[in-house]
Structures are given as structure tokens and as C-alpha cells.
């Protein structure tokens, strides 16, 4: 079983910054085993890709809405991805989600994870 703990959300005034965090842990996890991503699910709204990063870092995805905006990178190391958000808008409200799946490239699709994460709330203030 995989285990997934995000962090790093909170209340922001737009065109602030926040760097999400996404711990994985479990007995027989092994980071460089699976792509990462991050979703998010605003109010009233269908959950949503955010950005992926595949197994060994070299290649990231990113929705078209958050482009240039956002850097998502990870430390196998560590087992941990990051989720750096700068220029954030109020329609970047929402709750972000870390998801963890056995694959070899950085999916946008969520069929394509396994694990996911409890959430971590994100509020921009206009």
C-alpha cells in the first residue's frame, strides 16, 4: 500500500506564490517506480489535471491553465514531489490532490494513478 501526504496549502493574496509538498510512503514504495501528479477540484467543479512528472524527472506535463505558472519537480530520495505555484489567480481556488501511478510517462488522465492523497486546500484571494 502507498500513502500519500500533501502539505503547503493555504489562504493567498493573488499573485502570490506556494509550493505544495507530497510525501510518499509505504513498505515496498519506491519512488523512481511511479509517475506523479497533481489534480485539483474546485468548488462546484470536476476534479482536474494539474501537472505529472514521470518516474525519473526528466519529463513534466502541465494543463494548458497553469503553464508557465507552475513548476512540478521531485527527489526520488526524498519520495517527494513539489508543486511550486507562482501568479496565483482566484480561480486557482480549489483542493489539490498528489497521485502516484505505475507509469512510464507524466499522464494527465486520472485512470492512469493508483494512490491519492487526501488534499491539501488552496485559497487565492482576490
Not at 500533501?6 to 511511479?34: H, K, M, N
Not at 512528472?53 to 508557465?68: C, E, M, P
Amino acid at each position: 500500500q502507498v500513502q500519500l501526504v500533501e502539505s503547503g496549502g493555504g489562504v493567498v493574496q493573488a499573485g502570490g506564490s506556494l509550493r505544495l509538498s507530497c510525501a510518499a510512503s509505504g513498505r515496498t514504495f519506491i519512488s523512481s517506480d511511479y509517475a506523479m501528479g497533481w489534480f485539483r477540484r474546485a468548488p462546484g467543479k470536476e476534479r482536474e489535471f494539474v501537472a505529472a512528472i514521470t518516474r525519473d524527472g526528466d519529463i513534466t506535463n502541465y494543463a494548458d491553465s497553469v503553464k508557465g505558472r507552475c513548476t512540478i519537480s521531485r527527489d526520488n530520495a526524498k519520495n517527494t514531489v513539489y508543486l511550486q505555484m507562482n501568479n496565483l489567480k482566484p480561480e486557482d481556488t480549489a483542493v489539490y490532490y498528489c497521485a502516484a501511478g505505475r507509469n512510464p510517462l507524466a499522464p494527465s488522465g486520472p485512470g492512469h494513478y493508483n494512490y491519492w492523497g487526501q488534499g491539501t486546500q488552496v485559497t487565492v484571494s482576490s
